[in-house]
């Protein structure tokens, strides 16, 4: 097999605030893992709280592309990957879930289906193509500004809104979801304070969300104690969902059945194999599934879209955040993630992405 990599940079429509920092841009590293004419591409972005910049995104791909060129094919490859083989697990999570990303999107097109039918276990009719609800994330910004932001996306069609947290005074949290919430009284709310509370402050503020219809609360704890974060969700008026205190399947298997809910990032946890198995570990055990995502393409987006029809909640909508995404494929504008009946990931570069062939 021939790999290869290309970086590229990826600027939102506009300064994304969360708690602990803004985001403007990141940087996007493609692999194509090309084989008897056909191509298979995945993606890794940078990030700083995954300790992760463009260098060592390409670093660590050209060492999986060396391994890579071993195989006869994705799929004996892909049945490496999923039996652990160091040479290709050894990276971080996210480099690992690019590199599967790839394999799948090639090996789907090899077997001429979507990636979705190569998993298999698929709750629901195994023909229809999974399609979610996603959220829609509204940073932290003034309560005028996130009740502009709500109207314009219900009137798009989103029916789930993710709201930011966090503000150095709870306060303006509260008037952001209450002016969200008159702005847009019929949508699913979403809270997410990116880990900027503390219990007391947890314990006088959630109440004040419940009685505003906020569905549920994402890693309201400082990460890093987990039994403090089941404790919580132990006595919360609302779900508590741990995003980053339930990083692998490990720490996951830790919050089972304590938490309401776990977000499964494929950057965060390694790709689509290790979050079926974090999906199979809850099963049955009271803690739910959702589907989320770092800031990227619609190529980063599009393998967890394969699996939405597995989850409670679903926020993929980090390429809504781009002014200028380089694919396309997976839909999201009107407020609804779809896979289709194309081979592999079903995505294809936009017209203005030279040289990004499919």
Not at 4 to 13: A, D, I, P, W
Not at 22 to 30: G, L, Q
Not at 95 to 111: F, M
Not at 285 to 298: D, H, N
Request: net charge positive; with cysteine.
């Amino acid at each position: 097999m021939n790999v290869t990599r290309r970086t590229v940079r990826l600027r939102l429509s506009e300064p994304l605030r969360i708690s602990r920092s803004t985001m403007a841009a990141r940087d996007a590293v493609w692999l194509t893992v090309e084989h008897q004419g056909l191509r298979g591409h995945g993606e890794a972005v940078t990030s700083a709280y995954y300790g992760l910049d463009a260098p060592t995104i390409e670093r660590l791909l050209d060492d999986a592309a060396r391994e890579l060129r071993r195989f006869d094919g994705p799929e004996s490859a892909l049945d490496a990957l999923r039996a652990g083989a160091p040479a290709l697990t050894a990276a971080p999570p996210a480099v690992i879930a690019a590199v599967e990303s790839a394999l799948l999107d090639l090996a789907g097109k090899r077997a001429g289906v979507p990636v979705h039918q190569l998993l298999g276990d698929r709750p629901g009719p195994a023909a229809a193509p999974p399609r979610a609800a996603t959220a829609r994330t509204i940073g932290i910004t003034p309560a005028r500004r996130a009740a502009a932001l709500a109207g314009h996306l219900v009137r798009q069609g989103f029916t789930v809104l993710k709201l930011k947290a966090g503000a150095p005074d709870p306060d303006d949290d509260v008037a952001r979801v209450r002016a969200v919430r008159a702005a847009a009284p019929h949508a699913r709310l979403l809270l997410d304070p990116n880990g900027a509370w503390t219990a007391d402050r947890c314990a006088r503020l959630l109440p004040r969300f419940v009685e505003l219809g906020v569905e549920a609360v994402e890693q309201p704890l400082v990460p890093g104690d987990p039994e403090a974060l089941a404790r919580l969700a132990e006595r919360s008026p609302l779900p508590v969902i741990a995003d980053e205190d339930a990083v692998g399947l490990d720490d996951v298997r830790r919050l089972a059945g304590r938490v309401q809910g776990v977000n499964v990032k494929l950057a965060k946890c390694g790709g689509v194999t290790a979050a079926l198995r974090i999906a199979r570990l809850i099963a049955g055990s009271g803690t739910e599934l959702m589907l989320g995502c770092l800031t990227a393409s619609t190529l980063g987006i599009a393998p967890a879209v394969h699996l939405a029809d597995r989850a409670r909640w679903t926020d993929l909508d980090g390429h809504l955040l781009l002014a200028d995404d380089p694919w396309t494929g997976i839909g999201g504008a009107d407020g609804t993630v779809r896979t289709g009946r194309k081979p592999g990931l079903g995505v294809r570069p936009r017209a203005t992405a030279r040289g990004a062939g499919a």
